[in-house]
T-cell receptor
Framework: QQQVKQSPQSLIVQKGGISIINCAYE??????FPWYQQFPGKGPALLIA?????SEKKEGRFTISFNKSAKQFSLHIMDSQPGDSATYFC???????????FGKGTTLSVSS | NAGVTQTPKFQVLKTGQSMTLQCAQD?????MYWYRQDPGMGLRLIYY???????DKGEVPNGYNVSRLNKREFSLRLESAAPSQTSVYFC?????????????FGSGTRLTVV
């Protein structure tokens, strides 16, 4: 059972454009929603995270939008740059001391 | 540099061989995790240890065993490797299991079973 569904699987965006990656979850007990960024040959690294008590969180060019009623959250990358080309994973977890559940990932390619 | 160290970085095994993947963290984190990454499948949890002395199964535990040796070290053992276990394995740690704590990942072990 896939608890966190991520789309699209791959994304090509022109330099300066907006990249949007979406995730949907099923477990209403989830209360922590991070995004991780992974470059080839490296481990994932935390990019930005949100709790369900806010609808949006922004850090530089990266924004998470959260819709609790729809059980969806998304990552927006403004002014996308070639250096943003990477694989992005959404994830979710609960307070119950369990581990993060990851989506299947989105490979982003920003063309110059 | 502080972080999560995984050894080895690369390994080729024959079907039926056994091996142990090592992971150590130096951030005084309580919780540690093992994930596998396969193309199109994302990161799938194999086992995790919320605290020293405890381990729990994740989504794909079959064919694996783990040992939380101490607070720093968490090893993953393949008793009889199968081609289906060809994957990239990542170890991660966090201050504690549960919400609002970011994971620090190691650089991975690329395992091929032939």
């Amino acid at each position: 059972q896939q608890q966190v569904k991520q789309s699209p699987q791959s994304l090509i965006v022109q330099k300066g454009g907006i990249s949007i990656i979406n995730c949907a979850y099923e477990n209403t007990a989830f209360d922590y929603f991070p995004w991780y960024q992974q470059f080839p040959g490296k481990g994932p690294a935390l990019l930005i995270a949100i709790r369900p008590d806010v609808s949006e969180k922004k850090e530089g060019r990266f924004t998470i939008s959260f819709n609790k009623s729809a059980k969806q959250f998304s990552l927006h990358i403004m002014d996308s740059q070639p250096g943003d080309s990477a694989t992005y994973f959404c994830a979710a977890s609960t307070q119950a001391g369990t581990a993060l559940i990851f989506g299947k990932g989105t490979t982003l390619s920003v063309s110059s | 540099n502080a972080g999560v160290t995984q050894t080895p970085k690369f390994q080729v095994l024959k079907t039926g061989q056994s091996m142990t993947l090592q992971c150590a963290q130096d951030m005084n984190h309580n919780s540690m995790y093992w994930y596998r990454q396969d193309p199109g499948m994302g990161l799938r949890l194999i086992y995790y240890s919320a605290s020293e002395g405890t381990t729990d199964k994740g989504e794909v535990p079959n064919g694996y065993n783990v040992s939380r040796l101490n607070k720093r070290e968490f090893s993953l053992r393949l008793e009889s490797a199968a081609p289906s276990q060809t994957s990239v394995y990542f170890c991660a740690s966090s201050a504690t299991a549960g919400t609002a704590y970011g994971y620090t990942f190691g650089s991975g072990t690329r395992l091929t079973v032939v």
